[in-house]
């Protein structure tokens, strides 16, 4: 488990958190929201010990990060927005194998992980392209792979799927969600609502406040109240608000099905 607790942090005069906190749980699904410039980066440095907290304190698994700072970025695997960016090798099997260079391994158990991770990434098949002939999609699964290698306990994924197409997005949220049912904790930073369909609990962080809850809550809130109001809603989101607002009628447990939302509005205007 991570314990975020009261911390405050600032870039020189810039302060981006105040008073701060935040737990995440062991094996929970978790999307990070929030406008550009919310912070979410600066939440993801904290938790790598690349930037350090100036009061108050991050727990991991009840120890302190700044103390056992090597154990902790064992513990935290890594995605970024572009693949092309994370990749230093032309072999598949050489980039999964340079995650876990320096770490002591002998050739045996590399092998044998490169194995499992490359079953885990649906990429078994290809492992002998060079990684030039992957698509967009499998070369994130190959950097979700080289981050899976030293079996971190929690995956991030900064706007990890902001470039990929929806089929391909699908794809690597399924594989998120077998991930998390191994009992890996994901935290997403997304921009796509869309994306909640599979995820737990949301974290948004909203001018330095924070809303935490569970997925279906933070979707009642949006389509309800005025949560979402700075958020840029999938159209969805926007069809189930008016349908809300003009007929009271809540069909926030709905939205990712296109045809229960027509469905309703079908019923709407039948009702006229
Ligand atoms: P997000 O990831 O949500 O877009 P960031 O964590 O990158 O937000 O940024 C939070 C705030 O901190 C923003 O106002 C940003 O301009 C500022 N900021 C981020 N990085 C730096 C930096 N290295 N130096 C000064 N200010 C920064």
Same mark, same amino acid.
């Given at each position: 488990m991570i314990e975020i607790k009261n911390i405050d942090f600032s870039y020189y005069e810039r302060e981006v958190f105040k008073n701060f906190s935040l737990k995440?749980?062991?094996?929970?699904?978790?999307?990070?929201?929030?406008?550009n410039g919310s912070g979410k980066s600066t939440l993801v440095k904290l938790l790598l010990g690349i930037v350090k907290v100036k009061s108050g304190e991050i727990l991991v698994d009840g120890k302190n990060l700044t103390d056992n @700072?090597?154990?902790?970025?064992? %513990?935290?695997?890594?995605?970024?927005? !572009?693949?092309?960016?994370?990749?230093?090798?032309?072999?598949?099997?050489?980039?999964?194998?340079?995650?876990m260079e320096n770490y002591g391994y002998s050739s045996m158990e590399m092998r044998e992980r490169i194995e499992e991770?490359?079953?885990?990434? !649906?990429?078994?098949?290809?492992?002998?392209?060079r990684i030039s002939q992957l698509s967009g999609g499998e070369k994130q699964r @190959?950097?979700?792979?080289?981050?899976?290698?030293?079996?971190?306990?929690?995956?991030?994924?900064?706007?990890?799927?902001?470039?990929?197409?929806?089929?391909?997005?699908? %794809?690597?949220?399924?594989?998120?969600?077998r991930l998390r049912d191994r009992g890996v904790t994901i935290l997403l930073i997304s921009h796509h609502l869309d994306e909640l369909k599979y995820v737990d609990e949301v974290i948004y962080l909203k001018n330095g406040e924070l809303w935490q809850g569970d997925r279906d809550k933070f979707l009642k809130e949006i389509i309800t109240g005025s949560l979402g109001e700075s958020l840029e809603l999938p159209p969805n989101f926007y069809i189930a608000r008016e349908?809300?607002?003009?007929?009271?009628?809540?069909?926030?447990? !709905?939205?990712?099905?296109?045809e229960e939302v027509a469905e309703?509005?079908?019923?709407?205007?039948?009702?006229?």
């Open positions: 995440l749980e062991d094996g929970k699904f978790y999307t990070l929201l929030g406008k @700072l090597y154990e902790v970025r064992k %513990n935290i695997g890594m995605v970024f927005q !572009n693949p092309d960016e994370q990749i230093v090798s032309e072999r598949i099997d050489e980039e999964l194998a340079f995650s991770v490359l079953q885990e990434i !649906n990429l078994l098949e290809k492992r002998d392209l @190959l950097c979700i792979g080289s981050a899976l290698m030293l079996k971190p306990k929690v995956l991030v994924l900064d706007e990890g799927t902001a470039m990929l197409d929806e089929k391909n997005r699908e %794809n690597i949220m399924e594989l998120l969600k349908i809300f607002r003009r007929k009271g009628i809540d069909i926030s447990k !709905n939205l990712f099905s296109s309703h509005l079908w019923r709407l205007s039948l009702k006229k």
